[in-house]
């Protein structure tokens, strides 16, 4: 494997920005959903929230990257076998997840900055608030945040689902070139 995409197979980058990403959305949601019943007592109660704001400040770069990647270096040719339908699912798929994403950064940074007070990443250095006179901002972005969140896992199920039942089913390439194995027929 190359570090650039070929016509048939993904390279080292965009195989490794895909598993980065897909590794820190999991956690992010997982650190969500535990880190939402702590208590003011608790002693992660600061700390849950610094890390979860931290690591997606990381995952929306990676993002970013890795869209930028895939400009410059497009994605290889889709498996001949693939329908239309199929490649169409996907790329609305794709275009979901990085818009969704994106947007997960945008509603966590008004969760914290709508107060005026900036977001640290790991106490290295600060995104500073820019909008703070809008009423209500940190209970909307709330919201949003939390259904973005949901409808990513969702998009997520779905996106393993059709790598599994092209594995499985349809016995094509198209996980082994996600995982950076060759594209031959399992």
């Known amino acids: 494997m190359a570090l650039k995409n070929s016509a048939s197979s993904y390279g080292y980058i965009a ?4 598993w980065l990403v897909a590794a820190g959305v999991l956690g992010l949601f997982g650190l969500g959903i535990w880190m939402v019943d702590l208590t ?4 992660w109660y600061k700390t849950a929230p610094d890390l979860h704001r931290s690591i997606g400040v990381i995952v929306v770069t990676l993002m970013v990257l890795r869209l930028v990647w895939r400009l410059v270096n497009p994605p290889p040719r889709p498996l001949a076998s693939h329908s239309f339908w199929e490649r169409r699912i996907a790329h609305l798929a794709h275009a979901l997840l990085y818009a969704l994403v994106i947007s997960m950064f945008f509603s966590g940074y008004f969760i914290t900055t709508a107060k005026g007070q ?3 990443v790991f106490e290295v250095f600060s995104l500073p608030a820019i909008i703070t006179d809008v009423e209500g901002l940190e209970d909307v972005a709330g919201v949003i945040h939390e259904w973005v969140a949901y409808t990513i896992i969702a998009i997520v199920c779905l996106h393993v689902a059709g ?5 499985f089913v349809d016995r094509d390439s198209t ?8 594209p031959k027929k399992v």
């Open 15 to 18: 195989v490794g920005l895909h």
């Open 175 to 182: 996980l082994r070139r996600m995982l950076g194995m060759s």
């Open 118 to 120: 900036a977001l640290y």
């Open 163 to 167: 790598a599994l039942k092209h594995h």
């Open 40 to 43: 003011y007592y608790d002693s």
